[in-house]
C-alpha cells in the first residue's frame, strides 16, 4: 500500500491544512478516491450543528471490511495483520495474516447469520484481547450489525445498562480473560448482566481459560462450535454465499461506544461507516507517519475508542501490522512492553502516560538487556503528559531518536484531532501542537466568545471547541438525539465542544490542560463524577455523597470521595470497603475511589448546591486557598471536611 495522502514536509502540512479549510469538499473528496467503494457518494459534506445533522460521503456505497481486509489479498495475503502476544510470555504467539483475518472474519460472519444476526442489530462484545474479538467487531462490520464493544472492566450492572440502552439482542463474550495474574471470569458477569434482560437472544461464547460456565440452553453456543460448522476456506466461502458483504451506506451506524459525561449515564456514541473509516486511515497514516512493512504496537483495550481505531480499524485499513497484547505492563514483571518491542522488532508504540508514570516508578532495571533499537515513533494519549513522564519516555524508551506524537482526542472524535505529525511537525513536551488538516479549535470564554487577550503566561486561555465537522465526528448518541445536541452542541452556539480546557500559544500549538465539566481522567479512563456518586449512593447506609479529582502521580487524577454515612458502622475501614465494593459491583472496579473521607455534612449553597470547587481544593490539599466560603448554608462543614482531609 503506499499512501498519496501522507504529508512528508512541514510545509506539506501547512498547505493540506490550508486546503482543508478553504476546500474541505474537494481535500476530502480526494482522500476518499483512495478507498473501495461500491458507489461514490453525491455530496462529500452536509453539515449543521445547530441539530445537530453530519453527513460525510451521503450516497456513497461500502463496507468497511473490504477496505480493512479484502483490498490488502492481492499484494498483502501472507503479511501479519495481528500479531498476538499472549498475558504470559510462555504461551505460543499468534500471527494472523490478511489472508487468514479475512477467512476468519468472513467465518464468523456467517456464524453471526446463522444465529440470526441482521443489518442494523446490536451486538455487544464483552471479551478479553484475543484475537477473536477483532474477528468478532470485523465481522459484526462486515454484515452491517451494529457492533458495541464493553470493556472488560465494567460490571454486571454496567453491562446490563449499556444492553438495555441499546436494545441488544447478541452478546459475544469468552468464558474468563487473562489479565496478569488474575483470570476473569467473564461470562459468569454476563449471566448477571442478563438477570432481567428480555432483549437478548443470543450469547456466543468463545474458550479462552477454560473456567467453568452455565451454558444456558436456548440462548448460549460454543463459538468454536458455531464456526465448526461454517465451511472454511476462502472459494468455499465464495461459493457458499459466505463472505460477501452487506453493502452499507456511508453514514450507517458502524459501531456504538459508550463513554463517560457530566450526567450519571453513561451515553452511547454512534460513529458511521464512511467517514469513520477515512478519518481513522487518514490519521494513522499522518500521525505516526506509518511506513509500510512497520510493526505498530497500541497498548490500549479493544474496550476503548483508542483500540477501536489505533488497534483495529487505522492500521489495518492501511494494511499495516497491528499488535495485540493480551495482558498488563507489569506482568510477569516491569519490562513486559520492552520484551514485546525487542521480540516483534517493533516499530510504533503508542500508549498512555499513565503506563509510562507507572513504569517510570520501576526504574532502568526492567530495560536492562532489552533492545529497543527497532522503535522509531513513540506516542501517548489519553490524559496530559506531564514534562517529567515525556522525557523519560524520550530518553530511555526513544533514545532521544524517536519523536514523540502527544495525540489529543476523544471517543466522540474518532481519531486524532490534535498532534504533532511524527518526525514531520514539531513536537513540544506537554503540548499536543496542530491541530490535523480538517481540524479546526477555537478557545472561547464561558459565554462562547473567542478568546482574545493573552494570560500572564503569555498563551491564550479558554475551552476547547472545533468550528466544523471531520469525517470522524460522532453522528448521536444512541437512541436519544437530543442528548446529542445538549452535550455537545449547545454549551455554544454553533460548535462542538469538547469539554476540555486548552491554551494556545503564538505558534498556534495546543496545550491541553484537562476536563472543564464534572468528568474525571484516571489512569487515561475517562469517569463521571456522577456516576460515581450514584453507586456510592446505592449502599444502604450512605446519605449523601460528592466525588471530585485529585492530582495522582501515575493515575493522573485520583478520585476522591466525600460520605455522609449513617448506616450500621463497625469501623471507617470495613465500611470504606463496604462502599468499595459496592462501587465496583455498580460500575466496575476502574470506578473505585482512592480516598474515602466521612463527613458529617457538604458544603451547600442556600439554593442546596454542593460546592464542589471547595471540596476540589480540600482534595487537592490547597486548603489556604478556599476562596469566598461566606455564601454557604453552614460555612462550619468546611471546618470540619478540612480538618479530616486524608
Ligand atoms: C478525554 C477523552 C482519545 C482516546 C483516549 C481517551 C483527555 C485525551 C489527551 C492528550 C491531554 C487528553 C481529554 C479528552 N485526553 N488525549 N493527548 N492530552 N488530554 O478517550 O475516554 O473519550 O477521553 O481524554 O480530557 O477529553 P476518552
Same mark, same amino acid.
Given at each position: ?23 474541505p ?10 478507498f ?10 452536509n ?5 445537530p ?52 472474519v ?38 452491517g450489525?451494529i ?13 446490563a445498562?449499556?444492553?438495555?440502552d ?27 448482566a ?15 481459560t477454560?473456567?467453568?460456565?452455565s ?11 458455531e464456526?465448526?460448522a461454517?465451511t ?7 461459493s ?38 477515512? /478519518? ?30 489505533y ?19 507489569? /506482568? ?5 512492553? /520492552?520484551?514485546?518491542?525487542?521480540k ?28 529497543l ?18 522525557? /523519560? ?11 514523540i ?34 481540524v479546526?479549535p ?23 471547541c ?25 454549551t455554544?452556539?454553533?460548535l ?39 453507586a ?29 454515612f ?6 471507617d475501614e ?5 462502599i ?20 458529617s ?6 439554593s ?12 487537592e490539599?490547597e ?18 471536611i ?5
Amino acid at each position: 500500500m503506499s499512501y498519496p495522502y501522507q504529508i512528508k514536509s512541514y510545509d506539506e502540512y501547512k498547505e493540506a491544512y490550508q486546503k482543508s479549510i478553504d476546500d474541505p469538499e474537494a481535500f476530502w473528496g480526494d482522500i476518499a478516491e483512495h478507498f473501495r467503494w461500491h458507489k461514490k457518494w453525491d455530496k462529500v459534506l452536509n453539515w449543521n450543528f445547530k441539530e445537530p445533522k453530519i453527513e460525510w460521503f451521503a450516497g456513497g456505497k461500502l463496507n468497511i471490511t473490504e477496505n480493512c481486509l479484502d483490498r490488502h489479498l492481492e499484494k498483502l495475503a501472507d503479511k501479519p495483520a495481528i500479531i498476538w502476544e499472549p498475558n504470559n510470555p510462555e504461551e505460543r504467539t499468534r500471527i494472523v495474516t490478511y489472508e487468514r483475518l479475512h477467512k476468519r472474519v468472513c467465518q464468523f460472519a456467517q456464524v453471526l447469520k446463522n444465529n440470526g444476526v441482521k443489518k442494523g442489530d446490536r451486538v455487544c462484545i464483552y471479551m478479553g484481547m484475543v484475537p477473536e474479538l477483532a474477528y468478532a467487531t470485523l465481522a459484526c462490520a462486515r454484515i452491517g450489525a451494529i457492533h458495541s464493544v464493553i470493556f472488560g472492566g465494567f460490571s454486571a450492572q454496567s453491562i446490563a445498562d449499556r444492553l438495555e440502552d441499546a436494545q441488544a439482542e447478541f452478546i459475544v463474550t469468552c468464558d474468563g480473560a487473562y489479565r496478569g495474574g488474575k483470570d476473569i471470569p467473564l461470562k459468569s458477569v454476563i449471566d448477571d448482566a442478563l438477570i432481567g434482560n428480555k432483549t437478548v437472544k443470543r450469547v456466543i461464547v468463545y474458550t479462552r481459560t477454560r473456567t467453568p460456565v452455565s451454558m444456558i440452553k436456548g440462548r448460549d453456543v460454543w463459538w468454536e462450535d458455531e464456526m465448526q460448522a461454517v465451511t472454511e476456506g476462502a472459494e468455499a466461502l465464495k461459493s457458499d454465499g459466505f463472505g460477501e458483504v452487506e453493502v452499507m451506506d456511508a453514514e450507517d451506524p458502524l459501531f456504538i461506544l459508550y463513554t463517560s459525561g457530566s450526567t450519571g449515564k453513561p451515553k452511547g456514541v454512534v460513529h458511521t461507516v464512511g467517514g469513520y473509516m477515512v /478519518w481513522t486511515n487518514y490519521s494513522f497514516v499522518n500521525v505516526f507517519n506509518y511506513q509500510p512493512g512497520q510493526i505498530h504496537f497500541c497498548t490500549a483495550d479493544i474496550g476503548w475508542i483508542t483500540g477501536h481505531s489505533y488497534i483495529i480499524y487505522g492500521p489495518l485499513s492501511a494494511g499495516a501490522t497491528s499488535v495485540m497484547f493480551e495482558g498488563v505492563p507489569t /506482568w510477569p514483571d516491569a519490562g513486559r512492553f /520492552w520484551d514485546i518491542i525487542d521480540k516483534y522488532k517493533i516499530d510504533i508504540l503508542y500508549t498512555a502516560p499513565t503506563a509510562i508514570r507507572s513504569l517510570m516508578g520501576f526504574g532502568l532495571d526492567p530495560l536492562k538487556g532489552k533492545d529497543l533499537s527497532s522503535l522509531k515513533v513513540l506516542g501517548t494519549v489519553g490524559e496530559p503528559i506531564n514534562e517529567e513522564a515525556w522525557h /523519560w519516555y524520550d530518553e530511555h524508551i526513544g533514545k532521544k531518536k524517536c519523536p514523540i506524537v502527544d495525540t489529543w482526542w476523544q471517543t466522540e472524535t474518532g481519531g486524532v484531532l490534535i498532534s504533532n505529525l511524527a518526525g514531520v511537525t514539531p513536537a513540544k513536551p506537554s503540548w499536543a501542537t496542530l491541530p490535523l488538516p480538517g481540524v479546526q479549535p477555537i478557545l472561547v470564554d464561558e459565554n462562547g466568545k473567542e478568546v482574545t487577550e493573552k494570560d500572564e503566561e503569555g498563551n491564550y486561555k479558554g475551552n476547547l471547541c472545533i468550528k466544523a465537522p471531520w469525517p470522524g465526528i460522532l453522528r448521536t448518541t444512541y437512541g436519544d438525539h437530543e442528548r446529542c445536541r445538549t452535550n455537545y452542541f449547545a454549551t455554544y452556539e454553533n460548535l462542538y465542544f469538547t469539554g476540555d480546557g486548552a491554551l494556545k500559544n503564538d505558534d498556534g500549538f495546543y496545550r491541553i490542560t484537562g476536563r472543564v465539566d464534572d468528568v474525571l481522567n484516571v489512569s487515561g479512563h475517562r469517569i463521571g463524577t456522577a456516576e460515581v456518586e450514584n453507586a456510592i449512593n446505592m449502599h444502604a447506609g450512605v446519605v449523601e455523597s460528592a466525588v471530585v479529582g485529585y492530582p495522582h502521580d501515575i493515575k493522573g487524577q485520583g478520585i476522591y470521595a466525600y460520605v455522609i454515612f449513617n448506616g450500621r458502622h463497625f469501623d471507617d475501614e470495613l465500611t470504606r470497603k463496604d462502599i468499595l465494593a459496592t462501587v465496583s459491583r455498580i460500575i466496575g472496579p476502574i470506578a473505585k475511589p482512592d480516598k474515602i473521607q466521612f463527613v458529617s455534612g457538604l458544603p451547600k449553597t442556600r439554593s442546596g448546591k454542593i460546592m464542589r470547587r471547595i471540596l476540589r481544593k480540600v482534595a487537592e490539599g490547597e486548603t489556604d486557598k478556599l476562596g469566598d466560603t461566606s455564601t454557604l448554608l453552614d460555612p462550619g462543614v468546611v471546618d470540619e471536611i478540612v480538618k479530616g482531609k486524608l
